[in-house]
């Protein structure tokens, strides 16, 4: 049988296009205003501009307007845009450390220095539905905390030193090891075993149910994998380049938040026969708290050798993207209708030659 | 004015506009300002260092709005964060200023320190807003001592 390849549809398409648009608004009295998204949605806000490896909340909320609130769609299309400009500067490092917090948490410590803020979590809110916000007055509500204005401290500090930097300080911890080459995804080629720095970069924009899974195999599966958060920070920091003009000035840029996490894992001996701490390392853009320990707990079990999934780097570094893994499941979707008649062909041809033999067996 | 160019861009980057737009006005009408290259959105990759082996590492890419002008062929740099055309403007403005010596930011000095300060009291008011999140630990003994 011959294969025919058949074109056309494309007024279908453009049909389509326009019916995403119909359901999109034909029951809506007012279409949505993304900076209502950018303000009000800061999680899921957060969350494409995480997965999409792009900071800038005005475009993530509209990406998350055009995919009708799809999060991989609206990721792909972050993705896709951040193909098309250009990139001129690299950062100069970025010290979580000096970190403009809104809140601090650790479970290791009650006592860390400059206290522990809960800052806004709904880690200790009543799982209930709160039917007062289908009418809320916004304007009434904000002059109300508004009013409940802080006794303000000059003198505070808004920066706080790490946990882990007090436990460095009394040899508790594996000291730093040198971690080999500055990998960038965005324009190298991945090969294994990947560096350090490839690993992170990939999972800090990894498709955050994807990274909680795997770190909830890894944790409940594996008991000794449970860790202890000895700190969670999320806030501010500066975004500096070297001025292009004169690389000895700097410029700040602004600042973008992020979600640091250091996780105090398994006791382990160093080469001296000492017992000593392990950490492990998330960081992610916005306030992304599950993807950041998720991102903490699979680092860790890629540094430690051993049999589990989330233990094998190519097992979890190349099915924890959202655009490669949504992708390549939704791209069944497309017509394989050459691909699926060549199985077909497969079919009857082994059914034909299954039958020639059957008859010949019945001959002799 | 005594300010480097971090802590000028760092005010700029977050002060009022229309402050801004009043210094660029002010420079246009005195000076010849030349656009070099339109403000235009681009990328700035973010390097950072992860604390267990202090090596760095690319987190992802911030969306940048950059502008380059000239005050009297001297050429000045603006780039902010965000899709924000007229500030990234006004910023390479001031910034040629800045590096062309002109005397009129002077008039402006107290100005930038008095944003400087407000926006350090807004970062002050939001710690302070957080901190009333702050937990006060007791032991469950001194707990039911206070019942």
Redo the contacts between chains.
Sequence with gaps: MGYVAVTGGQKAIEAANRLNQWYRIKDAEHSLETTEIAKQLRHLTDRVMSEGGLYAPEYAALAIKQAEGDLCEAAFLMRAYRSTLERNYESEVIDPGQMRVIRRISSAFKDIPGGQMLGPTMDYTHRLLNFALENENAQALKNLLKEQIPELNADQPLSFPKVAGLLREQGLLFPPKSSGVLFDITRDKLTFPAPRSAKLQILARGETGAMTALAYSSMRGHITNHPTIGELRVGYTELTIAYPLDSNESLCLGEIMLTEIETINAFERDDQGDVKLRLGYGLTFGQNETKAIAMAILEQGLETKGSIPSQDEEFVLLHVDSIEANGFVSHLKLPHYITFQSKLDVLRQTQKIAESEKKEMRKE | MLM???QL??IM??CSLPLLEEITYKIEQEQKVQVEREPQ????????????????????????T?CTASVHGQ?G?G?????KPIRAYCMAVIDAAH?AGLPLLDQYGSQFHAEEQRIQ?T?????????????H?NTMEEYNDKR
Excluded: C
């Design positions: 480097n160019k971090q861009s760092r980057s977050a959105t681009s990328l700035v990759m973010t390097k950072t260092k992860d604390s267990v082996s202090s090596q760095p590492f690319y987190l992802g890419e911030v969306l940048v950059e050429f740099i780039i902010v964060v965000g899709r590096n009291e970062h002050a008011l939001e710690y302070a807003r957080n901190a009333q999140s702050q937990v630990f």
